[in-house]
């Protein structure tokens, strides 16, 4: 039985599985695609093996998961595609209604945090489909990330304020940003881990022969959306895709945080899979 490996459908991950594609590694390996919330629900569900999933998922299921090493997504300052679009600056959001992409629960934790604990803030938050206009038409701002908050940045006017919350939180915590981990099932890792181990160095040569060839990716990616590959060159760029020290304390200072907010019932530790 071939693993089953949950890829999240947005242009963040298109470096990691350019290589896998070029190489045909694809051949070897079940991959399912979807969104961060999707994913997060599958591999609960033990319908999926491994997968990236938004880091606060991996903090609610813990005990069920080890943590692939050396490979998330996240940013040390700006991310380009965890943006909120504001009417008012954000200092003015007390009180307001805030509408929050119901794609994923990781940045939707994060904004409350950045609210309150730089701004001091309390805004009335509600879930709303990623489709900025609509959000706006009920809210002072909105929330949106990934090909969503891409999109909404290449298109929006000079008439709204845009914050890169990648840059909030390390203008708060001077910390890295880890917004999704490579989380794989427990009981996976401890059966098959010499197929987690293939899967893991052809995950790092993927990354790094895109990270190599960074024009080709960004010429690649640029063919299905709406973006210049120059753009996406920039935005693959100003991601992180490595898993430090210096992200593992910043994922650590978030489930911190979100702990007391109440956003999480514990502080997780990072199970970080040895190979």
């Given at each position: 039985m071939r693993p089953r490996v949950g890829h999240i459908q947005f242009i963040n991950c298109f470096p990691l599985f350019y290589g896998l594609i070029e190489k045909k590694f694809l051949l070897d390996i079940d991959l399912i695609k979807g969104t961060p919330k999707d994913l997060s629900a599958m591999l609960q569900a033990n319908l999926l093996d491994m997968a990236a999933i938004p880091s606060i998922k991996y903090a609610?299921?813990?005990?069920?998961?080890?943590?692939?090493?050396?490979?998330?997504?996240?940013?040390?300052?700006?991310v380009k595609s965890i943006y909120l679009f504001s009417k008012v600056p954000i200092?003015?959001?007390?009180?307001?209604k805030i509408a929050l992409t119901n794609t994923s629960a990781t940045s939707q934790a994060l904004l409350r945090?950045?609210?309150?604990?730089?701004?001091?803030?309390?805004?009335?938050?509600?879930?709303?489909?990623?489709?900025?206009?609509a959000m706006l038409m009920e809210a002072d701002a909105a929330l949106l990330i990934g090909d969503d908050a891409l999109r909404a940045k290449y298109k929006t006017s000079d008439s709204l304020y845009v914050y890169d919350l990648g840059q909030e939180w390390k203008d708060m915590t001077g910390l890295p940003m880890v917004f999704s981990v490579w989380a794989i099932r427990r009981e996976f890792a401890e059966n098959r881990l010499d197929q987690v181990k293939l899967i893991y160095d052809a995950f790092c040569d993927s990354m790094a022969y895109s990270l190599e060839n960074i024009e080709d990716v960004a010429r690649k990616a640029s063919q299905w959306e709406d973006f210049p590959p120059e753009y996406l060159v920039e935005y693959f760029k100003t991601l992180?895709?490595?898993?430090?020290?210096?992200?593992?304390?910043?994922?650590?200072?978030?489930?911190?945080?979100?702990?007391?907010?109440?956003?999480?019932e514990h502080v997780p530790p990072l199970n970080i899979l040895k190979l």
């Open positions: 609610q299921n813990y005990h069920d998961y080890m943590i692939m090493p050396d490979i998330s997504v996240s940013c040390d300052g700006e200092e003015d959001l007390h009180h307001r945090i950045i609210m309150a604990r730089k701004y001091e803030a309390v805004p009335e938050y509600f879930d709303s489909i990623p489709e900025l206009r992180r895709f490595d898993f430090d020290e210096s992200k593992q304390e910043g994922l650590l200072e978030y489930y911190r945080q979100a702990y007391s907010m109440g956003l999480l």
